[in-house]
């Protein structure tokens, strides 16, 4: 069965400060995806990374593949309040798995 | 774009009784579509994949006798939760492919059951 995990589950922070979550697995995706979502709404997407190593970025947003395409990062610079939200990353490997998500807090 | 629609976005049903919920892909047909359960600020779980044509395929610890999904066309799969139990409450969500795609998949926009 393939997982993933995701850290940190929970982040409040400041607005302004950096952060970053994780995805890990000890599978190998052929992709993975990263969500947002809101409450009472389905997820987002933000972003498909395919090749390992590979780097997107999405105005302050940067997503990184790992060279094994087992794991993934999520770095937001200057967080704003209008970050907030459910974010999630989920592997493709037939079906999508999702991790157990990052509830990000941006405090004004 | 392409868009997945599902019905009803909210329910109200009775302990005991049973609750079916749509998943319509709106412009493109979908050989299939995905069933995920979500709790308050929890993740997507996957329950089901479901298989227009024929049977879906359950992830393990889903019972398929309490979780009925048809996929009767290449447009339309429903989430059928019988004899459903307040623990049944939770947000709802299917997602879809369109065949020849990569991976593209579209989300609904859930539907919030609520067992009383």
């Known amino acids: 069965t393939q997982l993933l995990e995701q850290s940190p589950q929970f982040l409040s922070i400041q607005e302004g400060e950096n952060l970053t979550v994780y995805c890990n697995s000890s599978s190998v995706f052929s992709s993975l995806q990263w969500y947002r979502q809101e409450p009472g709404e389905g997820p987002v997407l933000l972003v498909t990374v395919v090749t390992g190593g590979e780097v997107k970025k999405l105005k302050r947003l940067t997503f990184q593949f790992g060279d094994a395409r087992k794991d993934s990062s999520l770095h937001i610079t200057a967080a704003q309040p209008g970050d907030t939200g459910l974010y999630l990353c989920?592997?493709?490997?037939?079906?999508?798995?999702f991790g157990q998500g990052t509830e990000l807090s941006v405090k004004p | 774009g392409a868009v997945v629609s599902q019905h009803p976005s909210r329910v109200i049903c009775k302990s005991g009784t049973s609750v079916k919920i749509e998943c319509r892909s709106l412009?493109?047909?979908?050989?299939?579509m995905f069933w995920y359960r979500q709790f308050p600020k929890q993740s997507l779980m996957l329950m089901a994949t479901s298989n227009e044509g024929s049977k879906a395929t359950y992830e393990q610890g889903v019972e398929k006798d309490k979780f009925l999904i048809n996929h009767a066309s290449l447009t339309l799969s429903t989430l059928t939760v019988t004899s459903a139990h307040p623990e049944d409450s939770s947000f709802y969500i299917c997602?879809?492919?369109?065949?020849?795609?990569?991976?593209?998949?579209?989300f609904g926009e859930g539907s919030w059951l609520t067992v009383v």
């Open positions: 997602s879809a492919t369109p065949g020849g795609s990569g991976n593209t998949i579209y």
């Open positions: 989920a592997g493709a490997g037939g079906k999508l798995i």
């Open positions: 412009d493109f047909q979908a050989t299939t």
